[in-house]
């Protein structure tokens, strides 16, 4: 892998987005860590790269921006391209989950807004300023097969929580999100693909881990454990590394085989 390619990677200061960061410092590409307001904890990413980082020339430099606003985007893409120069593979992880949950008969406009502002509305515009920029710059991909676009969504894309409306909507609103790059982008030799996590072991799910310990105990994830940063990582690092050349729109699920339906 050519340590001049660059992933720009969204939330990855912690949880998900710092898996896929590791995974691809592994890798061998330099990663875009963005952050939206915590600076430490993107440092804290960037240390663990370069630890693990296969080649001296790769580069691991925290970039801000809250996503879920025009000047928050245009500014994560602004910084990215000022510090290195390109954008290789854009993987739009960075999400929140309601700040308060409520049955959907009590939930509040302000909170939706603020959900779908950051996971559905920001992925899908950072991705238009990428991928104008792709298609500015066809065939200059540093990656196997071209530039890659990832989403990551959730189980909740297909899954109601009836107390967080709000996020279901905003991940099934990301899963049509990819299709609509994926058929946009395919001719121009950029593939576009969704990733599905379960019940992923996070800060965002360290509230409510003792009520998943007792469901996975009782089957609820066939392979009988939580998901980790690691897991999703792997996935990302396997598409960047050209693995699946003649993909795109595709669904991999992350999540232990829970999507499985079985009498």
Sequence with gaps: MNPQAVALVTGASRGLGRGVAIALAKLGTSVAIHYASNRSAAEETVTLCQQIAPSPDQRFIPVAGNIGTD????QLYQE????????????????????????????????F???????????????????????????????PDGYKLLF???????????????????????????QLWANRLASNEISVIELRPGIMATDMTSGVKEKYDNLIANGLV?????????DLGRAVSSIL???????????????GGFHLRSL
């Design 222 to 230: 066939p392979q009988g454990r939580w998901g980790t940063p690691d």
């Design 71 to 74: 000047a928050g985007r245009h």
């Design 80 to 111: 990215t391209l000022t510090a290195f120069g390109r954008i290789d593979a854009l993987v739009n992880n960075a999400g929140i989950a309601p700040r308060v949950r409520a049955d959907i008969t009590e939930a509040t406009e302000e909170i």
């Design 152 to 178: 990551i969504s959730s189980l909740s894309a297909t899954v109601p929580s009836l107390n967080r409306g709000d996020y279901c909507i905003s991940k099934a609103g990301l899963a049509m999100v990819t």
């Design 241 to 255: 590394a050209g693995h699946f050349p003649f993909s795109t729109g595709d669904v991999i699920n992350i999540d």
């Design 113 to 143: 807004d603020e959900v779908l502002g950051v996971n559905l509305k920001g992925p899908y515009f950072l991705t238009q300023l990428v991928a104008k920029h792709w298609l500015e710059n066809p065939g200059k991909s540093l990656l």
